[in-house]
Antibody, heavy 125, light 106 residues
Framework: QVTLKESGPVLVKPTETLTLTCTVSGFSLSNARMGVSWIRQPPGKALEWLAHIFSNDEKSYSTSLKSRLTISKDTSKSQVVLTMTNMDPVDTATYYC?????????????????WGKGTTVTVSS | DIQMTQSPSTLSASVGDRVTITCRASQSISSWLAWYQQKPGKAPKLLIYKASSLESGVPSRFSGSGSGTEFTLTISSLQPDDFATYYCQQYNSRWTFGQGTKVEIK
């Protein structure tokens, strides 16, 4: 059974750096057909994709947030970590991690098939 | 970046209705489109990938169609469990979600 679980602080202060961890089970972060993305959702608003890491450690970031984000993984620990610097109240949201998968035959495009339950982060002084 | 626009934003329907949600991409994304269902307080759930492929375990009343820039999600006969918010997502170039369509009880 594939599961993903997000963890991190519930409350951060403005200007602080947020560090979130996604712990996965049921698949390996070294599987060439899989990757992990982070997505967030402010209260009452739409989903916003943030960052993605592939099995070969290649990374991709949202254009609008690229300067503030860093994604990394520790395959031995089955964990993917997202850091977001200079937090602001507008960054208050539920943060999700999700597994992405691709087909067997090229071209290779990845969609998100299994999501974690999310972790809520509030930015306030 | 590719922008995704869904319509309508809100849809009022009754159990048994046929429901159609439209998603438009700002440029061609071939068939690299997914649909997700989200209920309040829950994570999104994958329904459809590659525009028309039904995810395992998803009821057959859900179907997807389209290619290029215009896509639709159809629920053939709306069930009580289907009242939720639906999102399209392109994965042709990075990833982008639509703004969501809330399906509510009429």
């Amino acid at each position: 059974q594939v599961t993903l679980k997000e963890s991190g602080p519930v409350l951060v202060k403005p200007t602080e750096t947020l560090t979130l961890t996604c712990t996965v089970s049921g698949f390996s972060l070294s599987n060439a057909r899989m990757g992990v993305s982070w997505i967030r959702q402010p209260p009452g608003k739409a989903l916003e994709w943030l960052a993605h890491i592939f099995s070969n450690d290649e990374k991709s970031y949202s254009t609008s947030l690229k300067s503030r984000l860093t994604i990394s993984k520790d395959t031995s620990k089955s964990q993917v970590v997202l850091t977001m610097t200079n937090m602001d109240p507008v960054d208050t949201a539920t943060y999700y991690c999700a597994r992405s998968v691709r087909g067997v035959i090229p071209p290779y495009y990845y969609y998100m098939d299994v999501w974690g339950k999310g972790t809520t982060v509030t930015v306030s002084s | 970046d590719i922008q995704m626009t869904q319509s309508p934003s809100t849809l009022s329907a009754s159990v048994g209705d046929r429901v159609t949600i439209t998603c438009r991409a700002s440029q061609s994304i071939s068939s690299w489109l997914a649909w997700y269902q989200q209920k309040p307080g829950k994570a999104p759930k994958l329904l459809i990938y590659k525009a028309s492929s039904l995810e395992s375990g998803v009821p057959s009343r859900f179907s997807g169609s389209g290619s290029g820039t215009e896509f639709t999600l159809t629920i053939s006969s709306l069930q009580p469990d289907d009242f939720a918010t639906y999102y399209c997502q392109q994965y042709n170039s990075r990833w982008t979600f639509g703004q969501g369509t809330k399906v509510e009880i009429k």
